[in-house]
């Protein structure tokens, strides 16, 4: 018998003891919304990063990557529309203080509102920390930039910005990886990277914390073109999750209503997994957004005021940009097309994805417990072999005999090819067990036989089905069956 996850706890309690994630400052009494990964946690993250990486940079023609500064110049913020816009509506509860992001609240039943505004959207509304319905203030914008202070003298420190996303610094590019590339549009650039956002309300484990990574694209299209790359890569980032082992039934695709669109998008979907939350509750894993050519131009203005701005004091931020010149098609973020000797400013499809939500969702889509049919449990994790963080373990059957030279030799050698692991502590079963919850797809044991016909045992975790195969092929075998 087999059982998914049933409640997220299950999970960050086998996260902490296997090494996979822990509270930040943990010593300290952890730092709230703040996570650290751990020996297996880390390997995994890099593995979920990888993985994309490959998918859409290096196995696309039309993709290119990039890895930007987080501190950028604040008049990218200022021109993205962050520095005006960029925050949540929060509602405070009269009685205890406490301030909740308006959209967050939910009634008796757990009904919460999206595009809650005023207090009256909140009337039947309970306070999470004291219980009090209703007794909520107007709802007014927090801010969820970080900012911060660069430069060492008064006079010419400023205020800066940690990114809270990756995609403007790809616009911030746009300009630098046409002149130095050869790309044309339609393509698109790519970057992971750390992203900051003072959260209101963070939740549960990884899935929103106020620092975490995303794995953003922006790919610019000819207009007129852009729906049918909107579709396109609909269908590239679902195929994506499940191509690593995300079960289609655990995946949707919620479009946005109309009122949910920023001004001057054409569409956005949110790709949704089913996370253990409560009874189980469909969450955003990754956002693509048709965004016209809003986020270029806006830039293009930014550029034309970047000498009002200097004149204007380093902190003056809140400068106008300047009104849009009837040529703007023509400005310096527009592109020329040699072919049709067309000039255009892009229009743009982001698929926007955060590797730590991406981690968190391959982490609970792994999660199983077994009943064995001698009564045991095992809990494992049945990663896809790519994301896996140990790919082989290599065990002596017991500590004599000549079997430990000849697994640290194996080991040895398939080091330089896959993550491995070594492990000559404790009972064979044990040893397994700990294989399992570390989610290592194959067990190589040397046994009492390896010293009469070179063979050694390989178990495969899911099946725990064992092939007894020479030595020499352990490499080849892995190989194969990795796919690497
Ligand atoms: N550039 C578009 C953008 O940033 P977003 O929907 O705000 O869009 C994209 O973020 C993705 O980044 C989300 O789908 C989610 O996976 C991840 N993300 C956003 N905020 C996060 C947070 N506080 N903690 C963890 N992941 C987050």
């Known amino acids: ?65 990039l890895d930007c500064s987080i501190l950028m110049h604040p008049m990218v913020w200022k021109a993205s529309g962050h520095v005006d816009k960029f925050a949540d509506l929060v509602a405070e ?17 757990g009904n919460t509102t999206e595009g809650a505004k005023t207090a009256e959207d909140l009337i039947k509304k309970i306070c999470p920390k004291c219980g009090t319905t209703g007794q909520f203030t107007e709802p007014m914008p927090f801010k969820l930039m970080f900012e911060t202070q660069m430069g060492a003298n008064a006079d010419d420190s400023m205020t800066v910005y940690l990114r809270p996303e ?12 046409l002149d130095s590339t050869r790309v044309k549009v339609p393509f698109g650039i790519a970057q992971i990277g ?20 995303q794995m953003e694209i922006e790919f610019f299209c000819k207009p007129g073109t852009e729906e049918q790359w909107f579709e396109k890569w609909k269908e590239a980032r679902m195929s994506w999750y499940t191509s690593y082992g995300i079960r289609p039934e655990n995946l949707r695709m919620r479009e946005h209503d109309k009122d949910e669109l920023a001004h001057y998008a054409k569409g956005c979907v949110d790709i949704e997994y089913l996370f253990p939350f409560g009874k189980g509750d469909w969450q955003e894993l990754e956002g693509i957004a048709s965004r016209t050519d809003y986020d270029l131009r806006q830039h293009q203005r930014g550029m034309r005021s970047v000498t009002n701005w200097i004149e204007n004091g380093r902190d003056a931020v809140t ?17 020329f097309d040699e072919e049709t000797r067309e000039r255009y400013i892009p229009y743009v499809i982001e698929p926007s994805a955060g590797a730590d939500r991406g981690t968190l969702a391959f982490l609970v889509d792994a999660y199983t ?114 796919d690497m």
């Not at 509860?93 to 039943?109: E, G, I, S, V």
């Not at 400068?319 to 592109?335: H, V």
């Not at 044991?445 to 390896?450: F, N, S």
Request: a positive charge; hydrophobic letters at 35%; charged letters at 30%.
């Open 1 to 65: 018998m087999s059982e998914k996850l049933q409640k997220l706890e299950d999970l960050v309690s086998l996260c902490k003891r296997r090494g996979f994630i822990f509270q930040s400052s943990d010593i300290y009494g952890g730092l709230a919304s703040c996570y650290d990964y751990g020996p297996l946690g880390a390997e995994l993250k890099r593995n979920v990063k990888n993985a994309w990486w490959k998918h859409t940079v290096q196995m696309r023609d039309d993709m290119v990557g």
């Open 194 to 213: 750390k992203s900051f956002r003072n959260e209101v309300t963070t939740k549960a484990f990884i899935f929103r914390t106020r620092e975490f990574e």
């Open 369 to 482: 417990v077994e009943t064995l049919e001698n009564g045991e449990e095992r809990n494992v994790f049945k990663f896809h072999p790519s994301l896996a963080p140990i790919k082989a373990a290599i065990l002596p059957l017991v500590k004599k005999d000549r079997m430990p030279e000849k697994a640290t030799n194996l080991y040895n050698d398939l080091k330089k090819y896959f993550p491995c692991f070594y492990d000559e502590k404790a009972a064979i079963g044990r040893r397994y067990r700990r294989q399992d919850e570390a989610g290592t797809p194959y067990c190589v044991v040397i046994d009492g036989q390896t010293n009469d016909d070179n063979t050694v045992t390989v178990r495969n975790r899911d099946t725990m089905k064992q092939d007894r195969i020479n030595i020499d092929q352990v490499k080849s075998y892995l190989r194969e069956k990795l």
């Open 93 to 109: 509860c009269k009685k205890c203080h406490t301030r909740t992001r308006a959209d967050h609240l939910a009634d008796a039943q």
């Open 319 to 335: 400068t106008p940009l300047k009104a849009e010149d009837a040529d703007w098609a023509k400005g310096p973020l527009s592109y």
């Open 166 to 177: 990756t995609a403007q610094g790809i616009f911030a590019n746009y300009r630098n990886v």
